[in-house]
Every structure is written in C-alpha cells, then in structure tokens.
C-alpha cells in the first residue's frame, strides 16, 4: 500500500516539482505514472524510493510514515523496493551474476542461498546463459533484464521502473513490459514512470498523469489519453487504505473544507385524513387511560374485600375460643328450673333461704 497525503516538494532553487498531491494504490496494482518533461513525475517517484524528502505532506508505504523516517532507516525500506533505473545502473567490472548477487550481498544474505536465489531470477529473465558476461557483451534489453532480475532478488512487494524502455526498441520494450506484467501477476505492484504511448494504450492499466505538480487525472483501466468511461471515482481513493491515519488528524489541524448543510424539506400541508387520525388520537388514549384506571379500582376493591372477610373470620375464631374456656354457671341446665320461675317449689326456695 502507498499513499500520498498532500505532498509538497520545493526544491532549494524554488522550484514547486509537487503542489499538494494526494493518491493511494492499493497492494498488487500495475500503475502507469505520465506526465510531460519537468512536470513532477520523477519528483514522485523519487518520494517513494526516499531519494527526495517532501517539503509538506505525508508519503505512506505499509502503514509507515517513510517522509518522517530517519535516515539510517532508508536502506531498510530500500530492501523491501525493487528499483529499476532507465540506464540500468550495473557494474561493468562484474559478471551478469555478480551484478545481481551484489544486491544481497550487502544484506548478508548466506551465500549458498544467495546462489539458488540469483539462479532462478536468471530463469525468470530468460538469461541463465548469459550468468557469466559482463554487461558491455549484452544488448540493450538484455541488460535491462539484468536490472530486473536484480530487483527481484529480494523478492520485494513493490518494483518501480522509471523509464525501463527508454532506451529500447519497441520489440524489447514490449518483451520487458510483458516481464513486469509477469511479476505483477504474482502479487507484487508495479509502478512504471513512462513515456511510451504505445505502451500504455495497449496494457490499459491505471494511469496516473501529472502536470506542472499536479495529478490532473487518475483513470482505471486506461490509455496515455483521457478516457471518461474509464475514470477512477475519486471517492474510491480512501477505500484502498481506511486505516491510514490522515495528516490532519495527526497534526491535530482542522479541515478547512466544511461538509455543506443539506437543505431540510418543507413540512408537507396536513390532509383531511391526517387531520381526522391526529383528532382521534387523544380520544384513544383517554380511553385506554380510563380502562386502565377502572381495572385499577376493581383490583384493589377485591383486595379491600378478601382483607375483611379475612378479618371478620379470625375474629370469629377468637370469640369461639373465649367461649369454650369460661366456666358453666350454676343452675344454668336448662332442665333445673329456677328459682326465680313462679312455679318453683316453695319449700325448696324456702330451703335455699335459710
């Protein structure tokens, strides 16, 4: 993943090369960067290699700020980049062999290992048998196989090319494009820096164009020229990396662009029908308010009348009890007759006097 996040680059001579450039590829991409002489593209390609320091702005590549990086970590990240140079860059004293191992052989990379790895980027670039010419006995696109293959060495995520047909036919030049595309096709992206039209406008790859520092066009599946119907929505762009942290929210920096107020919508004239549902409303809820109140008052009247019936209940019990312990009174059988009845015996009354 690479993104830019309005870079700004200003050489020592005030040339503005970038004015404010923002973009994102996202992993596995094949991308054409164009542009006119003087235009800012090598600018651009230079940030992602870290051969340039912007001046402002944010260059990204794997969740790692490289414009902030210090210098002693450059060569880390250069390890991880495949960079192919329009003059191919080998040393003429070297072997095809010893120009392609020399790039791990800075990194330590042990030497029986280091063998197997050059022996199959010679097979990738079709030139095993020529492991061990030097590279003034090769062609022009033989040495730029060469450069290739020892940007595959490492076998690195991203390969930048600027300008790798530049100085080739355009038989070669297609053959070197179609190795590039090759190795795209195995995960790895590619960015080519080109002029080549012909190039372009048959691969119809994402082309990028810059122009006096800025990308004036990032199309899809496009040509050296504008294709509309091929246009990159710029609203894609934060979708290739969502979990970059923006430049200005690590700045703590407002965004001066402020999101436009939508209009609200008129409130629509009320309708007969709507006026009838809205007066029928409170009347229901009354209803519903006086049917709740009513069940209510049932409740607890019935709770009122099983406490009573519970009351007088355990009051009769205790007068049944208070009852059976009292002790009988005399002369209270009801067979006896008593004294005070007219017809009781005198003389037993008599009696009961003295």
């Known amino acids: ?32 960067v164009i ?32 414009s902030k990086m ?35 052989e800075i990194i330590g990379v042990p030497r029986k290992k280091l063998n197997q790895m050059v022996d199959i980027v010679l097979g990738a670039v079709g030139l ?19 450069a290739i293959a020892r940007a595959m060495l490492n076998s690195p995520k991203l390969i930048v090319a600027d300008e790798p047909t530049g100085n080739l036919d355009p038989e070669t030049s297609e053959s070197i494009m179609a190795l590039l595309s090759e190795i795209n096709r195995t995960g790895t992206t590619v960015i080519v820096c080109t002029h080549d039209s012909n190039l372009v406008d ?47 929210e690590i700045t703590g920096a407002q965004d001066p662009v402020k999101e436009e107020k939508k209009e609200e919508p008129l ?7 709507t006026k009838e549902k809205e007066e029928m409303k409170p009347a229901k809820v009354e209803e ?15 709770k009122a009348e099983k406490k009573e019936a519970k009351k007088e209940a355990k009051e009769e019990k205790k007068e049944d ?17 008593s004294d005070e009845d007219p017809d009781f015996p005198s003389e037993i009354k008599e009696d009961k006097d003295k």
């Open 35 to 66: 542009g006119k002489s003087g235009s800012g593209k090598s600018t651009l390609m230079k940030c992602i290699t870290r051969e340039e320091k912007p001046t402002e702005g944010m260059v990204i590549i794997d969740k790692y700020c490289i």
């Open 202 to 248: 048959r691969m119809k790859k994402r082309v990028i164009e810059v122009d006096d520092g800025l990308i004036i066009r990032d199309e899809k599946g496009s040509g050296y020229t504008a294709e509309e119907k091929h246009s990159l929505p710029q609203s894609m762009i934060d979708e290739f990396v969502p979990e970059v942290v923006s430049l200005s």
């Open 321 to 337: 009890k208070k009852e059976e312990k009292l002790p009988p009174k005399k002369n209270e059988d009801p067979d006896f007759p």
């Open 267 to 273: 409130p629509e004239f009320p309708s007969e029908e």
């Open 128 to 146: 095993r048998d020529k492991a061990d010419s030097l590279p003034q006995e090769l062609s022009g696109g033989e040495q730029q196989r060469v």
């Open 70 to 104: 210090p210098r002693a970590l450059v060569p880390i990240l250069r390890r991880q980049i495949g960079i192919i140079y329009q003059d191919f860059r080998l040393i003429e004293t070297k072997t095809v062999k010893e120009n392609i191992a020399f790039a791990g």
């Open 288 to 302: 519903t308010i006086t049917v709740v109140a009513t069940k209510k008052e049932k409740k607890a009247e019935k």
């Open 1 to 32: 993943m690479i993104r830019f996040e309005n870079v700004h680059k200003t050489y020592k001579t005030g040339t503005d090369a970038l004015r404010g450039v923002t973009f994102s590829i996202r992993d596995g991409e094949f991308v054409f």
